[in-house]
Each structure stands twice: as structure tokens, then as C-alpha cells.
């Protein structure tokens, strides 16, 4: 174990992942994903100084000049925080999306091969989840969509999620660390930044302040709930697959199912059927093919070929899905 000053903001992100590891990963190796940030080397600080064996994984986005050094720094800073081990992933952006989601692609791509079958440790904060959850309200999905993000969803962990941005940067000043200042995350351009330079700090002085903080409690409030009715979901999709036909579902089982948990089984149907990026319309159309049949045709979904449409349909008290040519 790493001897740190006891200060606060030291203190309390060791609390953070102290708990997270207690909770998910209580012995053995843990990869921290370092940017050279603030939010990752106060991470990477605490978790050698809480974790049996720590090795880090730097992505080298290769998007701006200079960046192998910017990783190369990381990984130095790394030996020194003592970590046992820091490899340098340079990948190639690329791919739909935009700039941030084809960043974000890669990176998860480059880790996930580069973790060696331990969990990763990403240093989102309780900023990071409010931005993401506001990002969520905007896309008005549903209450999928603005559960934030989970504290471990295998193989990524985020022990952060209740520690404010400010407690990372005083953690790095605590340290003598000088972070890098990655110029996209001032970037106005970037959705995220506006929401984190603008809309974040205008609700805080209009509401009193603490909109971080009660996003993260809505955030974990609703994680907690769909849980709960995912498995109510995952029951009652079980239960209304069609034995002879298991890529149907029959329409007599799903009646008396609550909507919330109809919708659920709808949904993992649907994409284990192969749609994709489904929307709120087009899952309430198909649940009214259940709930207010009239006789009326499939719905188109996301997912289809290019000389074919994905459609599901009802047809004698089954629901199925189909390709149908444009």
C-alpha cells in the first residue's frame, strides 16, 4: 500500500475506491485507464494506494500533435504513482458518429483488448454523471436513458461517480501533479463541454445549487428501479417466447404484463432479433400490436439490409420479425 498525504480530498477518493473495490473487486489485479487528467491520476493515486496490484492502460488517440508524448508522460507518471505496470494503446479514430463517439470507440476497444481479463477503472466523476444525464434528458428515451452510468457494468468500474470534479483537480494539487488539460475538453463545439461550462453552472444559480449532486441521486434512483424491472422482464420475456418457435412471442402471454415490463421484453426481443438504435416510437408502435391491435401493418426498425427492410409484425397471436424488400 502507497503512503499519501491525509488530506481531504486525498481521504475521500480513497474512501471512493476503497468501497469499490470492497464491493466488486475485493483481491487481485485492476487496470486504471489513465489520460493524464486530473480525474484519472487522482484515480490512479488512490487505487495503488487501495488495491493489491494496479497497472495502467494509456490510449494515445493520435489526434493532436504531440500526443505520444502527452502518453508517454502519463505512463512515466504512472511508474512513479506505482503502478506495476503502464502500456501506451495508440489507436486509429475512425468510424459513424462524429468526432467524440469514434474517440470514444476506439478507446474502449484499445482497453478491452489491452486489460488482460481485469476489470478497468475509469475516472468519471459526479460531473461527468450529471452531464450524461442531462444528455439523457435531452434525448427524451425514457428512463433508460437517464440512469446515468452504473458504478461497475463488467468490464468498466467507476468508483468516482459520487466525487465532485473539484476533489480530483485539489487531490493532483495535494500530489504536486500538474494534469494535462486536454484542449477538446474546453472545446465549445463538444455537447459535453457547453453542458459542463454553461447549462450546469446557469442550473446551479438558478436552483440554489447541489444539480450535480441531486442528478447523481436521480441517476442512481432510476438505475435501482429499472433493475428491478428488468428482471421482472427477463421473467416475463421467458415466459412469453414460443416454445416451438423460440424468435416469437405470443401475443396472449404479454396481455396482462404491466406496460413498464412489456416494453422491457419488447426491447430485448427486438434486439435480440437484431434491430438497431431503437426508438421510442417505433417500441410503443410495437407494443401497440399487443396492447391496441386493429389489424394493422409492421412496424420498420432499425437493423435492416440494404435491399431489405427489418419489420415486425403480428400474425395469428404471435409477434415475429422479418426482412421485407424495399
Known amino acids: 500500500m502507497t503512503l499519501l498525504p491525509e488530506t481531504p480530498a486525498i481521504l475521500e477518493v480513497r474512501r471512493a475506491v476503497r468501497g469499490w473495490l470492497a464491493r466488486h473487486a475485493p483481491a487481485g489485479t485492476v487496470v486504471v485507464a489513465l489520460s493524464g487528467g486530473a480525474d484519472s491520476l487522482a484515480l490512479t493515486a488512490a487505487t495503488v ?14 489526434l493532436q500533435d504531440g500526443s505520444d508524448a502527452v502518453a508517454a508522460q502519463a505512463a512515466a507518471r504512472a511508474h512513479t504513482l506505482g503502478c506495476a505496470g503502464a502500456d501506451v494503446l495508440a489507436v486509429d479514430v475512425t468510424g459513424p458518429g462524429g468526432l467524440e463517439a469514434a474517440a470514444r470507440a476506439a478507446r474502449y476497444t484499445a482497453l478491452d483488448a489491452g486489460r488482460g481479463g481485469h476489470p478497468v477503472l475509469l475516472g468519471h466523476t459526479l460531473d461527468d454523471q450529471a452531464e450524461t444525464v442531462l444528455l439523457g434528458l435531452g434525448r427524451g428515451s425514457g428512463g433508460r436513458s437517464i440512469r446515468g452510468m452504473a458504478d461497475y457494468d463488467a468490464p468498466w468500474g467507476r468508483p468516482l461517480l459520487d466525487v465532485r ?19 477538446h475538453n474546453s472545446n465549445p463545439s463538444f455537447t459535453r463541454v457547453r453542458l459542463r461550462t454553461e447549462v450546469l453552472p446557469l442550473l446551479d444559480d438558478v436552483l440554489g445549487g447541489g444539480v450535480a449532486a441531486a442528478l447523481g441521486r436521480t441517476a442512481r434512483q432510476l438505475r435501482e428501479d429499472g433493475d428491478v424491472l428488468d428482471a421482472l422482464a427477463g421473467r416475463a420475456y421467458a415466459t412469453a417466447r414460443d416454445g416451438d418457435r423460440p424468435a416469437e412471442l405470443v401475443v396472449d402471454r404479454l396481455h396482462e404484463i404491466p406496460v ?18 431503437l426508438t421510442d416510437k417505433q417500441l410503443r408502435s410495437v407494443d401497440d400490436l399487443v396492447g391496441r391491435w386493429r389489424g394493422q ?22 409477434l415475429s420479425t422479418g426482412f421485407v424488400n424495399d
Open 49 to 62: 494506494a487501495e488495491a493489491a496490484s494496479v497497472r495502467a492502460l494509456i490510449v494515445d488517440h493520435r
Open 297 to 318: 401493418g409492421g412496424v420498420a426498425l432499425g437493423g435492416g439490409r440494404p435491399d431489405a427492410r427489418l419489420v415486425a409484425s403480428r400474425r395469428r397471436g404471435r
Open 260 to 277: 413498464a415490463v412489456r416494453r422491457r421484453v419488447l426491447r430485448q426481443w427486438l434486439l435480440d432479433c437484431g434491430a438497431k438504435a
Open 165 to 183: 470534479r473539484t476533489v480530483t483537480r485539489q487531490v493532483c494539487r495535494d500530489l504536486g501533479l500538474d494534469p494535462h488539460e486536454d484542449p
